[in-house]
T-cell receptor
Framework: AQRVTQPEKLLSVFKGAPVELKCNYS??????LFWYVQYSRQRLQLLLR??SRESIKGFTADLNKGETSFHLKKPFAQEEDSAMYYC???????????FGDGTTLTVKP | ETGVTQTPRHLVMGMTNKKSLKCEQH?????MYWYKQSAKKPLELMFV???????ENNSVPSRFSPECPNSSHLFLHLHTLQPEDSALYLC????????????FGPGTRLTVT
């Protein structure tokens, strides 16, 4: 069975501080991992995916197969980063997506 | 309108009512999804349709009945709901039913009284 765990329901940091949102997954095959973000009063949208290896809005995430993790990191958090973040895993064969329970990030001024 | 749209945006219904939620995507995608988002369980996958065929049904009660008449439209028919079904219902689409990025609609806020 595939599972995504985001251990922190709430995370609060000060502006300019580094931030790391944790994501661990359980899947026996080769997963595709995603981070989605939902800003206040906006729809859920893709932030980044591991295969693109991009930095979006200063965020990066590296897939660590040994630790089965896909943590989201940003060196200097901004107030506009405050949002709900979901880690998601996709089964490349059957197309089944599993989302974590989400982490609400608050960046304080 | 572009992207994924959902109507209505808000719905209040009694437990004996029958209503339908509508989702439409203008992205040329072949897969569509229904999710339930609530405070108790942030994001639950309900149904997946790929090329108009249901490929995923996550043990959803029969009072929720999906319909996908074509690859651009997805409905969720509701009948005899319970108060615990009150939630935000999100529709999403992707290019295929495989490991593609999903595009989400704004959701329908459902309240069951």
């Amino acid at each position: 069975a595939q599972r995504v765990t985001q251990p922190e329901k709430l995370l609060s940091v000060f502006k300019g501080a580094p931030v790391e949102l944790k994501c661990n997954y359980s899947y026996s095959g080769s997963p595709e991992l995603f981070w989605y973000v939902q800003y206040s009063r906006q729809r859920l949208q893709l932030l980044l995916r591991h295969i693109s290896r991009e930095s979006i809005k200063g965020f990066t995430a590296d897939l660590n197969k040994g630790e089965t993790s896909f943590h989201l990191k940003k060196p200097f958090a901004q107030e506009e980063d405050s949002a709900m973040y979901y880690c998601a895993l996709s089964n490349t064969n059957a197309g089944k997506s599993t989302f974590g329970d989400g982490t609400t990030l608050t960046v304080k001024p | 309108e572009t992207g994924v749209t959902q109507t209505p945006r808000h719905l209040v219904m009694g437990m004996t009512n029958k209503k339908s939620l509508k989702c439409e995507q203008h992205l040329g995608h072949n897969a569509m999804y229904w999710y339930k988002q609530s405070a108790k369980k942030p994001l639950e996958l309900m149904f997946v349709y790929s090329l108009e065929e249901r490929v995923e049904n996550n043990s959803v009660p029969s009072r929720f009945s999906p319909e996908c008449p074509n690859s651009s439209h997805l409905f969720l028919h509701l009948h005899t709901l319970q108060p615990e079904d009150s939630a935000l219902y999100l529709c999403a689409s992707s290019h295929t039913g495989r490991s593609d990025e999903q595009y989400f609609g704004p959701g329908t806020r459902l309240t069951v009284t």
